[in-house]
Each structure stands twice: as structure tokens, then as C-alpha cells.
């Protein structure tokens, strides 16, 4: 199981860090993505990290968002900097085996942006 936590309410230029908990048994079989759904669109990939510490951003968030992950801890983080409006959606972690399968999913974690 995944577990978004973090999301919130932030004015444009600040900062959030969300935190994705994953079940011991799925840890290290995992990559973790993180997807966002801004309303009336799709869900897009804004960010990976690999079992191996590999990283992947969007366009639209390098250089302001950072995926890490404490493997003692079960967890990946988002930290997401200079944020924007358009930043607003739903985020979601996933799981998978390997980058870009996204087998496990957590509930999601609003976050807004007000400009």
C-alpha cells in the first residue's frame, strides 16, 4: 500500500514537501512516480525515482521539484519548490517494479497554489 501525505494550501513561490509511505513488503521491488491531475485534465508524471536513485522531471517542474527516498524509512518525498498555480492538482504515488510501471497507487494529496 501507498500513502500520500503533505498536500496543502501555499501561496505562488512557496514550498511543499509531500511524502509517500509504502509497505515494507513493496519497498524493494519499487520505483516511485509521482503523477499529478490538475482539474479538467489528464494525470501527468511530473517526477520518478528509481530503487538505484535515478531521477526523472518533467519539464514543466525541473529545477524546482525534488524526488528523493529514505529506503530506512519506506519513504519517497516530493519537495516541491517556487511553486506555481498551475502546480495545482492531485498528486499521486505510484509503485512498480521498475521506472514507468505504475502497478501500486496511493489515494492522492491535494495541493493548491494561490497566486
Known amino acids: 500500500q501507498l500513502v500520500e501525505t503533505g498536500g496543502g494550501l501555499v501561496q505562488a513561490g512557496g514550498s511543499l514537501r509531500l511524502s509517500c509511505a509504502a509497505s515494507?513488503?513493496?519497498?524493494?521491488?519499487?520505483?516511485i512516480h509521482w503523477h499529478r491531475q490538475a482539474p479538467g485534465k489528464q494525470r501527468e508524471l511530473v517526477a520518478a525515482?528509481?530503487?538505484?536513485?535515478?531521477?526523472f522531471y518533467a519539464d514543466s517542474v525541473k529545477g524546482r521539484f525534488t524526488a528523493s527516498r529514505d529506503n530506512g524509512k519506506n519513504t519517497a518525498y516530493l519537495q516541491m519548490n517556487s511553486l506555481k498555480p498551475e502546480d495545482t492538482g492531485v498528486y499521486y504515488c505510484s509503485g512498480g517494479s521498475a521506472l514507468y510501471e505504475y502497478t501500486n497507487w496511493g489515494q492522492g494529496t491535494q495541493v493548491t497554489v494561490s497566486s
Open positions: 515494507t513488503s513493496l519497498w524493494g521491488l519499487n520505483a
Open positions: 525515482i528509481s530503487l538505484g536513485g535515478s531521477t
